[in-house]
């Protein structure tokens, strides 16, 4: 039957190659083999059916998710009864190791930086005594606070990781790359259950919210519709490309006892980048005055300010400059920048800087806040131990301990002595050399400044008085 069918195949062929005009020989191979090939498209060439629900927010997501943590806060209250705060301040008698409890809250909060930098709300952490950060990926790390802004409510923690190991950082949007009505997403890890989306809109730009007796009190805050709980306070409000367009605030209002509903707030990214510029500094990480802003994310670095009589004004850097290189190198972060200007050999570095089409390098020699606080006034100040601040009444990091007063100085002719503790500087809390020093920093020979203290007066025996004052200091 073949053999037949074969045939009939190839008669039926030589009667269809009679009517071509050419060849006919070759032309019957092809044709045969089109007859016999089974009708359709090849498997190869059917595309694969594309997800319709892979869109331009899931995108979103999955890119930004990586960056965003929990953040949980133990924080230790101690009592005391009114009869104890008696015999301390006004006997001298220490009396009983006070009563604590322990208080837990928790908040979200966006990596920054590969090297452990983590952004969140001050809020969610001010009074914490301990801070624990959980990854994306369940992994748990302690972590520490570097340094926070009350009046902008963003605090900036460090999570030291195993050496060699990176974290995944959010990239910021531009300072004003805002549209209103765009897509928005608030991202957050709240209560450590896993990552939490919301969607909506940026409904506008620059909302003041009524805070009512609330200690938050800024200008200018994005608003959306986006759902802000608190576990998602300080968590990242993202756009579409996933880029950092503010840091997420959750809003209690005590006037009526509830949060706005379909109303969240954020902190926006130029207000964040501010934050960032002024934490990655010297000034902040060492106590070394630097005097220059830069912003995160530009490259080259951008220098945003220039503070008067610092050390990079007395170099020649100005303001717009761009940092291309520090000693040879070029910076590939700001906190890298910040690290290799702290690190390099007695605390002078050379700056290659893009001023225009211009190139030139400059030098510059950063200076101890301990140096400065004694040029300028002959103090030397110390951290008090608990031991000291509890004989003061006060709880650590509360003040400065006047270790050293210089013959002849401002400070000896204001009759501070050793054993004083300082407390404020021109109406600020004196809480760590740097804030000392940044104010001096500002003060030119001849000023003068205020200063808040506590001075121990013994009243006989073992008994001892702590009276808070203020002192006129002319700065030199």
């Given at each position: 039957m073949l053999a037949v069918f074969m045939t009939e195949v190839i008669m039926k062929q030589r009667c269809f190659a009679s009517f071509l005009p050419t060849r006919p020989a070759r032309v019957a191979p092809l044709l045969l083999v089109a007859w016999l090939a089974p009708s359709g498209p090849a498997p190869a060439a059917v595309a694969a059916a594309p997800d319709i629900r892979?869109?331009?927010?899931?995108?979103?997501?999955?890119?930004?998710?990586p960056s965003v943590v929990n953040i949980a806060t133990e924080t230790i209250i101690q009592r005391?009864?009114?009869?104890?705060?008696?015999?301390?301040?006004?006997?001298?008698?220490?009396?009983?190791?006070?009563?604590?409890?322990?208080?837990?809250s928790l908040g979200s909060g966006v990596i920054i930086d590969e090297d452990g930098y983590i952004l969140t709300n001050y809020h969610v952490v001010s009074r914490a005594n301990r801070v624990q950060i959980k990854l994306w990926d369940g992994r748990e790390f302690e972590a520490r606070r570097i340094v926070a802004t009350p009046g902008s409510d963003v605090a900036l923690?460090?999570?030291?990781?195993?050496?060699?190991?990176?974290?995944?950082?959010?990239?910021?949007?531009?300072?004003?790359?805002?549209?209103?009505?765009?897509?928005?997403?608030?991202?957050?890890?709240?209560?450590?259950?896993?990552s939490s989306v919301t969607k909506g809109i940026l409904s506008s730009k620059n909302r003041r919210p009524s805070t009512g007796n609330e200690p938050l009190n800024v200008e200018d805050w994005l608003q959306t519709d986006a759902a802000i709980n608190p576990g998602n306070s300080g968590g990242p409000l993202v756009n579409l490309r996933g880029e950092l367009i503010g840091l997420n605030v959750a809003v209690y209002r005590e006037e009526d006892g509830q949060r706005g509903m379909g109303v969240g707030f954020s902190i926006p990214v130029k207000q964040v980048a501010a934050a960032i510029s002024r934490f990655f500094t010297p000034e902040v990480t060492d106590s070394l005055w630097f005097g220059a802003l830069l912003r995160p994310g530009s490259d080259p670095l951008l220098v945003t300010a220039v503070q008067p009589s610092s050390p990079a004004a007395k170099a020649g850097i100005q303001e717009n400059d761009r940092i291309v290189r520090i000693n040879g190198q070029a910076p590939r972060s700001l906190t890298a920048f910040n690290r290799a200007l702290v690190d390099s050999p007695k605390k002078t570095a050379r700056l290659a800087l893009q001023r225009g089409n211009d190139l030139r390098e400059v030098v510059v020699r950063l200076q101890p806040f301990d140096e400065l606080v004694r040029q300028k006034t002959g103090l030397t100040l110390l951290e008090p131990s608990a031991e000291t601040a509890q004989r003061f009444g006060?709880?650590?990091?509360?003040?400065?301990?006047?270790?050293?007063?210089?013959?002849?100085?401002?400070?000896?002719?204001?009759r501070l002595e050793r054993g004083f503790l300082l407390t404020g500087i021109e109406g600020q809390p004196a809480r760590e050399l740097r804030i000392v020093g940044e104010v001096l920093a500002t003060r030119k020979s001849g000023d003068t400044i205020t200063l808040t203290v506590i001075v121990p007066r013994r009243l006989?025996?073992?008994?001892?008085?702590?009276?808070?004052?203020?002192?006129?200091?002319?700065?030199?």
């Open positions: 892979r869109d331009a927010v899931v995108n979103a997501v999955e890119m930004v998710i005391h009864d009114w009869y104890e705060n008696l015999l301390r301040n006004f006997y001298g008698w220490p009396g009983v190791l006070p009563r604590q409890q322990k208080s837990i923690l460090k999570v030291d990781l195993p050496p060699g190991e990176k974290l995944r950082a959010i990239k910021l949007a531009p300072d004003d790359d805002l549209l209103l009505g765009e897509t928005v997403l608030a991202l957050g890890n709240p209560f450590g259950l896993g006060l709880n650590t990091g509360d003040g400065l301990f006047i270790e050293a007063v210089e013959a002849g100085s401002p400070a000896a002719a204001a006989g025996g073992s008994y001892v008085e702590f009276r808070q004052g203020t002192v006129e200091l002319r700065v030199r």
